[in-house]
């Protein structure tokens, strides 16, 4: 059973930074062999990608991440994080860490929030 580890959110002032981490367990094979996203969801609207790290190392980020937020990943640890600086009060959101297969098969974290209040 894959199971999740997210740590990292909280509140943060405008301009302030936080750094997300994710912990992944239960998994088959190596971690080196998945892909891994973070997303974010505010109450009302559709999860949406934040940013992806596939299993090369090349990463994908959203126009509202570009420049502010870097994603990376440790496979020794079994991790991913999510590094964010000037951060906005429209990034408050509950952010998810989700794991891929290269088959697409996918696991999702529980969830984290950040709060960046206005």
């Known amino acids: 059973q894959v199971q999740f580890v997210e740590s990292g959110g909280g509140s943060a002032q405008p301009g302030g930074s936080l750094r997300l981490t994710c912990e992944v367990s239960g998994y088959r094979g190596s971690f080196r062999m998945y892909h891994l996203d973070w997303h974010r969801q505010v109450p009302g609207n559709k999860r949406e990608l934040v940013a992806r790290?596939?299993?090369?190392?090349?990463?994908t980020y959203a126009d509202f991440a570009k420049g502010r937020f870097t994603i990376s990943r440790d496979n020794a640890r079994d991790t991913v994080y999510l590094e964010m600086k000037s951060l906005k009060s429209e990034d408050t959101a509950v952010y998810y860490c989700?794991?891929?297969?290269?088959?697409?098969?996918?696991?999702w974290g529980q969830g984290t929030q950040v709060t960046v209040p206005s």
């Open positions: 989700r794991l891929q297969a290269e088959n697409g098969l996918d696991w």
């Open positions: 790290i596939r299993r090369t190392g090349d990463t």
